[in-house]
Structures are given as structure tokens and as C-alpha cells.
């Protein structure tokens, strides 16, 4: 099973900005709000960590960050980040997927990651991923939200999702698949849903992106 088949290397210039703009802000937020769930001397590896400004927030709180991508241009973005604030952060150009640190981590860190793959693909690497963080551990994940209600709901959040889904799809970015449940992926995995909130991209409950704090259990 192969998993280097979704470089971000050709939009990662612009890819932070497309994501605030198509959900209003909201992608950040579930991002921010990691930073609770992470102590000072945490071991952090942030998974396809892309280039977002959450990875270096944990560093200045003092997390010891590891971050991996697949596309060299995203950890640079990162990498000059850390160097204008003078701070560091173990960076590996790579799949993710054939990672074995000699140590497990405190927090994985997994944002809009496995939403690129399908089910099948989705399953194994959430299962590595799994495997990384230390019993009693915790993974902290961010993606869109499965629909919150009846069948308006689920027509509302397939509205949103589906076209972008496509899009990206048809660009190279990622499978086609529909919203992942996380709760029923992770918990058989020993991880134990410890809060789900939701941030809404317009009025009303749906659509939504997720963040979620799971913890390994013990
Ligand atoms: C949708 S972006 C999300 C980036 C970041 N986590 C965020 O929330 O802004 C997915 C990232 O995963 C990276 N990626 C894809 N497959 C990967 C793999 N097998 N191992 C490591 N990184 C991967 C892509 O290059 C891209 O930067």
C-alpha cells in the first residue's frame, strides 16, 4: 500500500490562505485550540505538518516538535518560521507512513491529513499514527465534521464538502471518499474520544470542521 501519492509541494505557497479563505477562518481556529491539549516538553510530531503557524505556537510553549511532509517546500516555510523566532524543530522530508522513531511521541498531531486518502488507506495510516503516540498519550486531529442532524444536514455538509472533495481529487491532491468518522476509526485503535468540537463555517450547526482530543488509552 503506498502513500506518497499526495505532495502539497506545488501549492504550498498558497495553501494556507485558500484554506482560511474556504472556511472562513475556521481551519485555524480548530488548529489553535490544539495548544490546550499540549505541556511544555512534549514530544509533538505534527503528521503531513504542511506549513501552518500551529507547529511553531507549540514550539514557543515549549514542545519539542518533529514535523514530516512529503513536500520539502512546506517544511522550508516552516523551517524560516523557526529560524526568524531563533527556535528549532526536528524537520524529515518524507512519508510519513515509514516513520519508527526510537521513542513514542506525547501528542500526534494529524490536520487534514487523513482526509486525503480513502477508507482502506485511511484505516492503515491511522492505525500507524496510532501506534506513535505513548500509552495514555494523546492524537489531536482536525477535519471536517461529519453533518450534525437528519438528512438536511447531511445534504448540507455534502454541498460544501463534495465539490472541494472533487476539485482536489481531479487535481491530485487526494482520494475521493466521503467525511471520515473518527469516533469509529479510532476507538477500536485504544484511543478513547476525549472532546469533539465543532466549528460551524456559517450560521447553524452544519457545515462544520472538527477538532478532536482522543487519548491513548493506558
Ligand atoms: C491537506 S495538507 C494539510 C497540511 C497541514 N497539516 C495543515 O493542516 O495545514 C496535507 C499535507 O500532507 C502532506 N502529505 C501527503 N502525504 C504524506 C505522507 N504520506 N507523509 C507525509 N506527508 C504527507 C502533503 O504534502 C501536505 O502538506
Not at 503506498?2 to 480548530?30: E, K, M, N
Not at 516538535?65 to 524560516?80: G, K, N, Y
Not at 518524507?94 to 511521541?105: N, R
Request: hydrophobic letters at 45%.
Amino acid at each position: 500500500m503506498r502513500f506518497d501519492s499526495y505532495s502539497y509541494r506545488s501549492i504550498a505557497r498558497v495553501y494556507d490562505f485558500l484554506a482560511a479563505v474556504y472556511s472562513r477562518g475556521q481551519i485555524g481556529a480548530t488548529k489553535r485550540m490544539q495548544i490546550d491539549s499540549i505541556q511544555t516538553g512534549n514530544r509533538v510530531l505534527y503528521a503531513g505538518a504542511g506549513a501552518g503557524s500551529e507547529i511553531l505556537m507549540a514550539a514557543r510553549f515549549g514542545a519539542r516538535v518533529t514535523s514530516i511532509d512529503l513536500a520539502q517546500e512546506m517544511l522550508d516555510r516552516v523551517a524560516s518560521r523557526f529560524a526568524r523566532e531563533g527556535l528549532s524543530c526536528e524537520m524529515i522530508c518524507g512519508d510519513v507512513s515509514s516513520h519508527k522513531p526510537d521513542e513514542l511521541y506525547d501528542v500526534v498531531v494529524v490536520n487534514y491529513f487523513l482526509n486525503l486518502f480513502d477508507l482502506e488507506h485511511a484505516r492503515v495510516m491511522a492505525r500507524h499514527l496510532c501506534s506513535l503516540v505513548r500509552p495514555g498519550g494523546k492524537l489531536l486531529l482536525t477535519d471536517f465534521a461529519r453533518p450534525s442532524g437528519g438528512p438536511i444536514a447531511a445534504l448540507i455538509c455534502e454541498v460544501y464538502y463534495r465539490p472541494i472533495n472533487w476539485i482536489a481529487w481531479a487535481l491530485g491532491f487526494c482520494a475521493l471518499h466521503p467525511i471520515l468518522d473518527y469516533e469509529r476509526l479510532l476507538e477500536p485503535m485504544g484511543f478513547r474520544i476525549h472532546s469533539a468540537r465543532r466549528f460551524p463555517v456559517l450560521i447553524g450547526a452544519n457545515p462544520a470542521y472538527v477538532s478532536i482530543v482522543a487519548e491513548r488509552n493506558p
